[in-house]
Protein backbone atom coordinates (compact mmCIF):
# COMPACT_ATOMS: atom_id res chain seq x y z
CA UNK A 1 0.00 0.00 0.00
CA UNK A 2 2.65 2.64 0.91
CA UNK A 3 4.53 1.83 -2.78
CA UNK A 4 0.72 2.35 -4.29
CA UNK A 5 0.63 5.66 -2.19
CA UNK A 6 3.89 6.44 -3.42
CA UNK A 7 3.00 5.99 -7.37
CA UNK A 8 0.42 8.00 -6.78
CA UNK A 9 -2.53 5.27 -8.04
CA UNK A 10 -5.86 5.24 -7.74
CA UNK A 11 -6.91 2.45 -9.79
CA UNK A 12 -8.11 -1.12 -7.38
CA UNK A 13 -6.29 -3.22 -6.13
CA UNK A 14 -6.58 -6.89 -5.49
CA UNK A 15 -5.48 -9.34 -2.57
CA UNK A 16 -5.07 -12.68 -2.15
CA UNK A 17 -7.21 -13.60 1.22
CA UNK A 18 -7.61 -17.63 2.67
CA UNK A 19 -11.25 -18.10 3.61
CA UNK A 20 -10.29 -19.19 6.90
CA UNK A 21 -8.25 -16.39 8.47
CA UNK A 22 -9.00 -13.10 8.82
CA UNK A 23 -8.11 -9.67 10.39
CA UNK A 24 -9.83 -8.45 13.24
CA UNK A 25 -11.67 -5.14 13.47
CA UNK A 26 -9.09 -3.50 15.27
CA UNK A 27 -6.43 -4.00 12.98
CA UNK A 28 -8.93 -3.31 10.24
CA UNK A 29 -9.53 -0.16 11.59
CA UNK A 30 -5.62 0.48 12.03
CA UNK A 31 -4.97 -0.12 8.17
CA UNK A 32 -8.25 2.29 7.11
CA UNK A 33 -7.07 5.40 9.48
CA UNK A 34 -3.06 5.18 8.13
CA UNK A 35 -4.60 4.29 4.35
CA UNK A 36 -8.23 6.31 4.44
CA UNK A 37 -7.63 6.34 0.68
CA UNK A 38 -7.96 2.70 0.38
CA UNK A 39 -11.66 2.57 1.32
CA UNK A 40 -13.59 1.35 -1.68
CA UNK A 41 -10.42 0.60 -3.58
CA UNK A 42 -9.59 -3.36 -2.24
CA UNK A 43 -10.99 -6.24 -3.39
CA UNK A 44 -10.50 -9.66 -1.85
CA UNK A 45 -9.62 -12.26 -3.94
CA UNK A 46 -10.63 -15.86 -1.84
CA UNK A 47 -8.19 -18.70 -2.97
CA UNK A 48 -8.79 -21.90 -3.62
CA UNK A 49 -6.66 -24.28 -1.84
CA UNK A 50 -7.87 -23.95 2.17
CA UNK A 51 -10.52 -25.02 4.21
CA UNK A 52 -13.03 -22.60 4.86
CA UNK A 53 -13.74 -21.98 8.62
CA UNK A 54 -17.68 -21.07 8.97
CA UNK A 55 -16.91 -18.75 12.23
CA UNK A 56 -14.24 -16.60 10.56
CA UNK A 57 -15.99 -16.02 7.17
CA UNK A 58 -18.38 -14.42 9.24
CA UNK A 59 -16.26 -11.92 10.38
CA UNK A 60 -14.57 -11.89 7.10
CA UNK A 61 -17.67 -10.88 5.30
CA UNK A 62 -19.11 -8.19 7.79
CA UNK A 63 -15.04 -6.04 7.72
CA UNK A 64 -15.53 -6.35 3.90
CA UNK A 65 -19.06 -4.96 3.95
CA UNK A 66 -18.21 -2.75 6.78
CA UNK A 67 -14.84 -1.12 4.85
CA UNK A 68 -16.51 -1.11 1.19
CA UNK A 69 -14.49 -3.57 0.02
CA UNK A 70 -15.35 -6.22 -2.38
CA UNK A 71 -15.51 -10.08 -3.02
CA UNK A 72 -14.17 -12.01 -5.56
CA UNK A 73 -13.65 -15.88 -6.27
CA UNK A 74 -9.69 -16.46 -7.53
CA UNK A 75 -9.15 -19.71 -10.30
CA UNK A 76 -12.63 -20.60 -11.00
CA UNK A 77 -12.88 -24.18 -11.46
CA UNK A 78 -9.70 -25.13 -9.41
CA UNK A 79 -9.58 -26.70 -5.64
CA UNK A 80 -12.90 -25.84 -3.45
CA UNK A 81 -13.58 -22.77 -5.58
CA UNK A 82 -16.67 -23.96 -7.69
CA UNK A 83 -20.43 -22.77 -8.32
CA UNK A 84 -21.00 -23.67 -4.44
CA UNK A 85 -17.93 -21.08 -3.63
CA UNK A 86 -20.14 -18.85 -5.71
CA UNK A 87 -23.49 -19.54 -4.16
CA UNK A 88 -21.58 -19.26 -0.44
CA UNK A 89 -19.45 -16.50 -0.53
CA UNK A 90 -21.65 -14.36 -3.12
CA UNK A 91 -18.55 -12.72 -4.59
CA UNK A 92 -19.22 -9.61 -6.96
CA UNK A 93 -15.99 -10.92 -9.11
CA UNK A 94 -15.51 -14.34 -10.59
CA UNK A 95 -12.04 -15.20 -12.19
CA UNK A 96 -12.40 -18.08 -14.44
CA UNK A 97 -8.89 -20.40 -14.34
CA UNK A 98 -6.62 -20.10 -16.91
CA UNK A 99 -7.50 -23.52 -17.46
CA UNK A 100 -10.87 -22.96 -18.44
CA UNK A 101 -9.32 -20.00 -21.08
CA UNK A 102 -6.04 -22.44 -22.97
CA UNK A 103 -7.28 -23.05 -26.10
CA UNK A 104 -10.72 -22.56 -25.65
CA UNK A 105 -10.81 -21.56 -29.27
CA UNK A 106 -10.25 -24.97 -30.18
CA UNK A 107 -12.32 -27.10 -27.44
CA UNK A 108 -16.03 -27.19 -27.60
CA UNK A 109 -16.38 -28.51 -24.27
CA UNK A 110 -14.54 -25.16 -22.85
CA UNK A 111 -16.62 -23.10 -25.19
CA UNK A 112 -19.84 -24.50 -23.68
CA UNK A 113 -18.99 -24.63 -20.37
CA UNK A 114 -18.26 -20.78 -20.68
CA UNK A 115 -21.63 -20.34 -22.34
CA UNK A 116 -23.44 -22.00 -19.35
CA UNK A 117 -21.63 -20.19 -16.79
CA UNK A 118 -22.05 -16.65 -18.28
CA UNK A 119 -25.47 -16.82 -18.54
CA UNK A 120 -25.55 -17.92 -14.94
CA UNK A 121 -23.33 -15.18 -13.40
CA UNK A 122 -24.95 -12.52 -15.54
CA UNK A 123 -28.41 -13.49 -13.92
CA UNK A 124 -26.42 -13.15 -10.49
CA UNK A 125 -25.42 -9.83 -11.43
CA UNK A 126 -21.30 -10.98 -11.18
CA UNK A 127 -19.11 -10.07 -13.51
CA UNK A 128 -16.63 -11.69 -14.42
CA UNK A 129 -12.25 -12.32 -15.57
CA UNK A 130 -10.79 -14.53 -18.07
CA UNK A 131 -7.07 -15.64 -16.56
CA UNK A 132 -4.30 -16.64 -18.87
CA UNK A 133 -5.31 -15.67 -22.38
CA UNK A 134 -2.38 -15.60 -24.18
CA UNK A 135 -3.16 -15.93 -28.11
CA UNK A 136 -5.49 -14.00 -30.16
CA UNK A 137 -7.12 -16.57 -31.38
CA UNK A 138 -8.37 -17.15 -27.47
CA UNK A 139 -9.67 -14.03 -27.75
CA UNK A 140 -11.29 -12.62 -30.88
CA UNK A 141 -12.36 -16.01 -31.61
CA UNK A 142 -14.73 -16.71 -28.47
CA UNK A 143 -13.70 -14.26 -25.61
CA UNK A 144 -14.99 -11.12 -27.30
CA UNK A 145 -18.34 -12.56 -27.64
CA UNK A 146 -18.95 -12.01 -23.87
CA UNK A 147 -18.31 -9.39 -21.57
CA UNK A 148 -15.84 -11.39 -19.26
CA UNK A 149 -12.60 -8.62 -20.91
CA UNK A 150 -14.68 -5.81 -19.98
CA UNK A 151 -13.81 -5.63 -16.42
CA UNK A 152 -10.00 -6.16 -17.25
CA UNK A 153 -9.74 -4.10 -20.27
CA UNK A 154 -11.37 -0.71 -18.35
CA UNK A 155 -9.13 -1.00 -15.18
CA UNK A 156 -6.13 -2.69 -15.64
CA UNK A 157 -4.41 -5.68 -16.85
CA UNK A 158 -1.78 -7.74 -15.57
CA UNK A 159 0.11 -9.77 -18.67
CA UNK A 160 2.70 -12.88 -17.42
CA UNK A 161 5.45 -12.27 -20.22
CA UNK A 162 6.82 -15.36 -19.60
CA UNK A 163 5.29 -18.93 -18.15
CA UNK A 164 7.80 -19.37 -14.97
CA UNK A 165 9.82 -16.13 -15.39
CA UNK A 166 12.69 -17.79 -17.87
CA UNK A 167 13.79 -14.72 -20.03
CA UNK A 168 13.71 -14.99 -23.69
CA UNK A 169 13.07 -12.26 -26.52
CA UNK A 170 10.55 -14.46 -27.75
CA UNK A 171 8.63 -13.76 -24.57
CA UNK A 172 9.25 -10.04 -23.78
CA UNK A 173 8.52 -9.33 -27.36
CA UNK A 174 5.13 -11.22 -27.44
CA UNK A 175 4.07 -8.33 -25.00
CA UNK A 176 5.23 -5.77 -27.04
CA UNK A 177 3.19 -6.67 -29.51
CA UNK A 178 0.24 -7.06 -27.31
CA UNK A 179 1.15 -3.26 -26.45
CA UNK A 180 1.33 -2.23 -29.72
CA UNK A 181 -2.37 -4.11 -31.01
CA UNK A 182 -3.94 -2.72 -27.62
CA UNK A 183 -3.28 1.02 -27.92
CA UNK A 184 -3.98 0.97 -31.71
CA UNK A 185 -7.35 -0.09 -30.69
CA UNK A 186 -7.89 2.79 -28.67
CA UNK A 187 -7.31 1.11 -25.30
CA UNK A 188 -5.13 2.91 -23.15
CA UNK A 189 -5.39 1.23 -19.61
CA UNK A 190 -1.84 0.66 -17.56
CA UNK A 191 -0.58 -3.12 -18.46
CA UNK A 192 1.43 -4.83 -16.04
CA UNK A 193 3.83 -7.44 -17.02
CA UNK A 194 4.19 -9.95 -14.57
CA UNK A 195 7.46 -12.21 -13.64
CA UNK A 196 7.64 -15.07 -11.47
CA UNK A 197 11.14 -15.62 -10.71
CA UNK A 198 12.01 -19.81 -10.80
CA UNK A 199 14.22 -20.29 -8.06
CA UNK A 200 14.29 -23.90 -7.31
CA UNK A 201 14.57 -27.45 -9.94
CA UNK A 202 10.46 -28.69 -8.97
CA UNK A 203 9.08 -25.07 -10.16
CA UNK A 204 10.32 -25.91 -13.96
CA UNK A 205 8.37 -29.37 -14.11
CA UNK A 206 5.34 -27.77 -12.47
CA UNK A 207 5.25 -23.66 -14.49
CA UNK A 208 4.96 -25.88 -17.63
CA UNK A 209 2.59 -28.03 -16.26
CA UNK A 210 0.51 -25.28 -15.44
CA UNK A 211 0.91 -23.04 -18.35
CA UNK A 212 0.88 -25.61 -21.12
CA UNK A 213 4.43 -23.71 -22.31
CA UNK A 214 7.81 -24.82 -22.54
CA UNK A 215 10.80 -23.15 -21.00
CA UNK A 216 13.87 -21.47 -23.69
CA UNK A 217 16.68 -23.65 -24.02
CA UNK A 218 19.06 -20.90 -22.30
CA UNK A 219 16.73 -21.39 -18.89
CA UNK A 220 16.90 -25.41 -19.42
CA UNK A 221 20.67 -24.87 -19.04
CA UNK A 222 20.17 -23.02 -16.16
CA UNK A 223 18.34 -25.68 -14.48
CA UNK A 224 20.73 -28.42 -15.99
CA UNK A 225 23.85 -26.49 -14.30
CA UNK A 226 22.68 -25.51 -10.87
CA UNK A 227 18.97 -27.29 -10.41
CA UNK A 228 21.16 -29.97 -7.46
CA UNK A 229 22.19 -26.63 -5.96
CA UNK A 230 19.80 -25.21 -4.15
CA UNK A 231 21.49 -21.80 -3.33
CA UNK A 232 23.05 -21.65 -6.92
CA UNK A 233 19.73 -22.47 -8.53
CA UNK A 234 18.19 -19.41 -6.09
CA UNK A 235 20.95 -17.01 -7.20
CA UNK A 236 20.72 -18.08 -10.90
CA UNK A 237 17.06 -17.36 -11.23
CA UNK A 238 16.87 -14.04 -9.46
CA UNK A 239 19.39 -13.00 -12.31
CA UNK A 240 17.68 -14.36 -14.87
CA UNK A 241 13.94 -12.51 -13.38
CA UNK A 242 16.14 -9.40 -13.18
CA UNK A 243 17.48 -9.72 -16.49
CA UNK A 244 14.05 -10.10 -18.28
CA UNK A 245 13.16 -7.39 -16.14
CA UNK A 246 15.64 -5.02 -17.17
CA UNK A 247 14.96 -5.50 -20.93
CA UNK A 248 11.22 -4.41 -19.83
CA UNK A 249 12.59 -1.11 -18.55
CA UNK A 250 14.89 -0.68 -21.36
CA UNK A 251 11.95 -0.95 -23.89
CA UNK A 252 9.66 1.61 -21.75
CA UNK A 253 7.88 -0.41 -19.39
CA UNK A 254 7.60 1.24 -15.97
CA UNK A 255 6.09 -1.07 -13.67
CA UNK A 256 6.38 -5.11 -13.01
CA UNK A 257 4.65 -7.54 -10.75
CA UNK A 258 6.86 -9.99 -9.56
CA UNK A 259 5.12 -13.22 -7.94
CA UNK A 260 6.93 -13.96 -5.36
CA UNK A 261 4.87 -16.70 -4.49
CA UNK A 262 4.87 -15.98 -0.52
CA UNK A 263 9.03 -15.24 -0.59
CA UNK A 264 9.68 -11.81 0.18
CA UNK A 265 14.03 -12.46 -0.12
CA UNK A 266 12.85 -13.09 -3.67
CA UNK A 267 11.58 -10.10 -4.14
CA UNK A 268 13.74 -8.13 -1.93
CA UNK A 269 16.97 -9.87 -4.20
CA UNK A 270 15.58 -8.85 -7.34
CA UNK A 271 15.11 -5.04 -6.14
CA UNK A 272 18.40 -4.83 -5.10
CA UNK A 273 19.57 -5.47 -8.42
CA UNK A 274 17.82 -2.63 -9.75
CA UNK A 275 18.77 -0.23 -7.08
CA UNK A 276 20.04 2.70 -9.50
CA UNK A 277 17.43 1.46 -12.67
CA UNK A 278 14.38 2.11 -10.45
CA UNK A 279 15.76 5.56 -8.97
Not at 9 to 21: A, G, K, L, Q, R
Not at 115 to 140: C, P, Q, R, S
Request: charged share 30%.
Amino acid sequence: TMEYRKRGYNYDICINSFPSEYLNEGQMGLYFEHFPEMEGKIIVEMVEYTELSRRKWKVKKEEISGHDMRLALDDYSTGNNNIYAVEYFDPQYVKFDRSMITDIHMDKDKQDRIDELVEEFKEKGIKMIAEGVETEEEFNKRLEKYDIWMLIMHQEITVTTSPGGGYDDYYNNLLYNFLYKIREAGITVPVIPGIMPITNAKQVERAVKLSGSFMPQRFKSLVDKFGSNPSGMMQAGIVYATDQIIDLFANGITNVHVYSMNNPEVAQKIKNNLTEILK
